[in-house]
C-alpha cells in the first residue's frame, strides 16, 4: 500500500470511529429490569404517564450525558461508543453493574420498635441507623428488614436512541447541571472583562516586597437566573460548590455567577423588607410610607383598636 493510500485509509477509520469520551451526547432510552420489567428509568413522558410515575418532581425529557464520564452505566456508554446519531439499540446492564448482586446478609431481623407505627407493615421503606430498606415481615415484637436495594439481584435491560451531539456550550451546561439539579433554569456565556492586580517579578531585590501592577482580563463566565425552586433545592444547596467545579472544568470555563432578578409586584412587604435591609433611619421610613401612599396614623390607630 502506497503511503498516499495508507494516510487516505487512516482519515477514513478517524472520520468513521464514531462518538467517543468527552463527546456531549443527548440520549433518549427506558430501562426495564429483564426479569418483570419493572421500570427502572425513562427519558419518554409517555412512558412515564403509563406507568403512573409522571406525578413525581421530575421532568421526562431526553438528557445530556458526557461519555467516559459514569453518567450512565459502563455497559450502555460500551454499547454508544463508537456509534453515531440515529443509532438505536439495546444492552443489558449486569445486576452486579446495576444495583449489585442481592447479599442475604443485609436482611436483618429488628426489634419493631425502632420502626415508626406508621411504617410497621411489609413494603414500608424505612431509615434505621443510616441505612435505608424495606420492611418485609413483623413478626410479634420483631421485624425483619431488607436493606439490599430494591432492585439487587436484578439485571436491567435499556432500549436507547442517540439523538443528536450537543455542541452548543450552553445547552452542554444545562445538560451537565440537569444531572444534579431537575430545573429549568435560563443560562448564557459572556466574556466580561475585569481589571486584576498581578505580581510583577523583580531581579533587583529578591527579598523586596513584590510589586503588583493592575492588568485588563477576560474572565469567560456562565450566567444563571436564579429560580425560587434552585434555591431550595436541598442537593443545589449542599452540591453547588461540586457543581461548578464540574461546569466549569469539562466547559473551560473561568467563573460562574447565580443572579436574582426581583422583579414588580413584590408587594409592600417585599419593598419594606429591602428598604430596612439597606439600613434606612426612621424618617426615610416615614417619606417612603408617604410616597407609598400609606397613611402612617391610620395603621397606628387600626392597631391600637385591635389591642382593645
Known amino acids: 500500500m502506497s503511503d498516499d493510500q495508507e494516510a487516505e485509509t487512516e482519515s ?29 428509568d425513562t427519558t419518554d413522558a409517555e412512558v412515564a404517564e403509563e406507568e403512573g410515575v409522571d406525578d413525581q418532581q421530575q421532568s421526562f425529557e431526553p438528557r445530556v450525558i458526557v461519555l467516559g464520564e459514569g453518567h450512565i452505566f459502563e455497559t450502555v456508554e460500551e454499547a454508544i461508543k463508537g456509534g453515531e446519531v440515529g443509532d438505536e439499540g439495546e444492552v443489558v446492564v449486569p445486576a452486579e453493574e446495576a444495583f449489585g448482586e442481592r447479599d442475604p446478609d443485609e436482611v436483618r431481623t429488628v426489634s419493631a420498635d425502632k420502626i415508626p407505627e ?23 415484637g420483631r421485624a425483619r428488614v431488607d436493606f439490599n436495594h430494591p432492585l439487587a439481584g436484578q439485571d436491567v435491560e435499556y432500549e436507547y436512541e442517540l439523538l443528536d451531539v450537543v455542541e452548543d456550550r450552553v445547552e452542554q451546561a444545562k445538560g451537565l447541571i440537569g444531572m444534579y439539579v431537575d430545573t429549568d433554569l435560563e443560562m448564557w456565556i459572556e466574556t466580561d472583562e475585569e481589571e486584576e492586580e498581578v505580581v510583577v517579578e523583580s531581579d533587583d531585590d529578591e527579598d523586596a516586597e513584590p510589586e503588583t501592577e493592575t492588568e485588563t482580563v477576560e474572565k469567560e463566565t456562565l450566567y444563571i437566573e436564579a429560580t425560587p425552586q434552585l434555591s431550595m433545592n436541598q442537593q443545589w444547596m449542599f452540591s453547588k460548590q461540586q457543581i461548578a467545579g464540574d461546569v466549569t472544568q469539562k466547559l473551560g470555563l473561568d467563573r460562574i455567577i447565580i443572579q436574582e432578578t426581583l422583579g414588580e409586584g413584590a408587594g409592600m412587604m417585599g419593598g419594606m423588607g429591602g428598604m430596612m435591609g439597606g439600613g434606612m433611619g426612621g424618617g426615610d421610613i416615614e417619606d417612603a410610607l408617604e410616597d407609598a401612599d400609606v397613611d402612617a396614623d391610620e395603621i397606628v390607630e387600626e392597631l391600637e383598636n385591635a389591642d382593645e
Request: glycine fraction near 14%; charged fraction near 30%.
Open 12 to 40: 477514513h477509520e478517524e472520520e468513521t470511529e464514531g462518538l467517543a469520551d468527552g463527546d456531549f451526547v443527548r440520549i433518549a432510552y427506558t430501562a426495564r429490569t429483564v426479569e418483570n420489567g419493572q421500570l427502572v
Open 118 to 140: 406508621d411504617d410497621r407493615y411489609p413494603g414500608a421503606h424505612v431509615d434505621l441507623d443510616g441505612e435505608h430498606g424495606h420492611v418485609e415481615a413483623i413478626i410479634g
